[in-house]
C-alpha cells in the first residue's frame, strides 16, 4: 500500500462546477499535510496548507480528518485554469511524501 | 529572477552513458532536494542535503551520486545509465525544517532525462 493514495482521475467538470479530491495516508506518524499542483511538463507549486480545523483560500477548501486519515479538497466555481495535476502531500520528519497525484480537467 | 533552475531541461542518452544534472537556486535556503517523478507521476524524493551535508538518502542506486559544492547548488551525477532511469528529475529547495514546522519548498523545471 502506498503511503498517500490519490485517485488519479481524471476527474472531468464544466466550468462553474464544485470539484472534491479526497487523499488517503498511512503514516500516522506525519506531521502536517499540503496540496501541491501540478502543471503538465511542469514543475509542483504549494496550493495550499491542509489543518484539521479547514482552511479555505477563495473558491478553495481543504480539510483534515485525522481519526480516518484522509484529507480533502473542494474547489468551488472551476475555471478553466484549474486543470492541473493535485498533489496530496504529507510531511513527516525531513521528508514529504507525495500521492500520485489526481487529474482534473474543466471544459468550458 | 529569483529561483531554482536546472540544467539542461533535456537530456537524451544512450544506455552505459554517464551524465550529470546541474541545480542552483538563488533564493538563499539552506536545503536542497532531488526527486525523481516516473512516468507514473509519483514524485519521490532522492536526496536531501543542509548545508552541504546529506541529510536524505533514500534507497537509491548508487550510480546516482548527489554533490553541494555550496549551500546554492545541488547537482546530480548519474553513472551507467539505465533504461528504467527514465524521469522527470526535479530539483528543490527550502530552508530547514524542524521536526515540528515545515517551510515551503521550491521546485526547479525539471530535468526530462531518456536513456535509450
Known amino acids: 500500500r502506498k503511503e498517500v493514495e490519490q485517485d488519479p482521475g481524471p476527474f472531468n467538470v464544466p466550468e462553474g462546477a464544485t470539484v472534491a479530491f479526497n487523499c488517503t495516508y498511512s503514516n500516522s506518524a506525519s506531521q502536517s499535510f499540503f496540496w501541491y499542483r501540478q502543471d503538465c511538463r511542469k514543475e509542483p507549486k504549494l496550493l495550499m496548507s491542509v489543518y484539521s480545523s479547514g482552511n479555505e483560500d477563495g473558491r478553495f477548501t481543504a480539510q483534515l480528518n485525522r481519526a480516518s486519515q484522509y484529507i480533502s479538497l473542494l474547489i468551488r466555481d472551476s475555471k478553466l485554469s484549474d486543470s492541473a495535476t493535485y498533489l496530496c502531500?504529507?510531511?513527516?520528519?525531513?521528508?514529504?511524501?507525495f500521492g500520485g497525484g489526481t487529474r482534473l480537467m474543466v471544459k468550458p | 529572477d529569483t529561483a531554482v533552475s536546472q540544467t539542461p531541461k533535456y537530456l537524451v542518452t544512450q544506455m552505459g552513458n554517464d551524465k550529470s544534472i546541474k541545480c542552483e537556486q538563488n533564493l538563499g535556503h539552506d536545503t536542497m532536494y532531488w526527486y525523481k517523478q516516473d512516468s507514473k507521476k509519483f514524485l519521490k524524493i532522492m536526496f536531501s542535503?543542509?548545508?552541504?551535508?546529506?541529510?536524505i538518502n533514500e534507497t537509491v542506486p548508487n550510480r546516482f551520486s548527489p554533490k553541494s559544492p555550496d549551500k546554492a547548488h545541488l547537482n546530480l551525477h548519474i553513472n551507467s545509465l539505465e533504461l528504467g532511469d527514465s524521469a522527470v528529475y526535479f530539483c528543490a529547495s527550502s530552508l530547514r525544517r524542524t521536526s515540528s514546522s515545515y517551510n515551503e519548498q521550491f521546485f526547479g523545471p525539471g530535468t526530462r532525462l531518456t536513456v535509450l
Open positions: 502531500v504529507s510531511h513527516a520528519g525531513n521528508m514529504l511524501t
Open positions: 542535503y543542509n548545508n552541504k551535508e546529506l541529510i
